[in-house]
C-alpha cells in the first residue's frame, strides 16, 4: 500500500496504519514508512469493533502459510511479530462524516488489502458527496 501513496494522496485521501503494538513500536514502524501516519491500538477495541478476524486458525492456515512461502522465495521475510499474532487486520476506508465507503476484513494473515477497488470506491463517495445538496 506505502507504495501507492501517490495514488491515494491523488485521490484526496490519506493513508493511516493502525497496529496493535506498543507505542514504541508504532514508532518504529513510523520511521521505516516516512510520510504514513501510524497509530496503535494494543487494547484491540478498534478491530472488534470492525468485526476483523482474530484466532490461531486465521493466523496458521494452509492459506497464510502458502503466503507466507511465496513471500519468502520472493525474498519477503518475517523476522518478528509485533502486537498480538493472532490478530487479522484489514482495510478500511471512510468517507466524509465519518462514512463507511469501503471495508475489508482479512481472513487470514495471507490476505492482502484490496487498494485499487478501495480507491474506486473513493472515487464513488466523492462523486456521491458532490451530488448531495449543502446543508447550512
Not at 465507503?101 to 481472513?107: I, P
Request: hydrophobic share 40%; glycine share 14%; aromatic share 2%.
Amino acid at each position: 500500500m506505502v507504495g501507492k501513496l501517490d495514488r491515494i494522496e491523488a485521490a484526496g485521501a490519506r493513508l493511516v496504519l493502525v497496529g496493535n503494538g506498543s507505542p514504541e513500536q508504532a514508532a518504529g514502524f513510523a520511521k521505516r514508512f516516512a510520510g504514513v501516519t501510524v497509530l496503535t491500538d494494543p487494547s484491540l477495541d478498534s478491530y472488534r469493533a470492525l468485526g476483523m478476524r482474530r484466532g490461531v486458525a486465521a493466523t496458521l492456515n494452509p492459506t497464510s502459510v502458502l503466503s507466507g512461502l511465496g513471500a519468502a522465495l520472493r525474498g519477503n521475510r518475517q523476522t518478528t511479530v509485533e502486537g498480538d499474532p493472532w490478530q487479522q487486520g484489514g482495510l478500511l476506508l471512510l468517507g466524509p462524516g465519518g462514512q463507511v465507503l469501503h471495508l475489508q476484513r482479512n481472513r487470514s494473515a495471507g490476505d492482502r488489502p484490496d487498494l485499487d477497488r478501495a480507491l474506486r470506491a473513493l472515487g464513488a463517495g466523492r462523486k456521491a458527496a458532490r451530488r448531495r445538496p449543502e446543508v447550512t
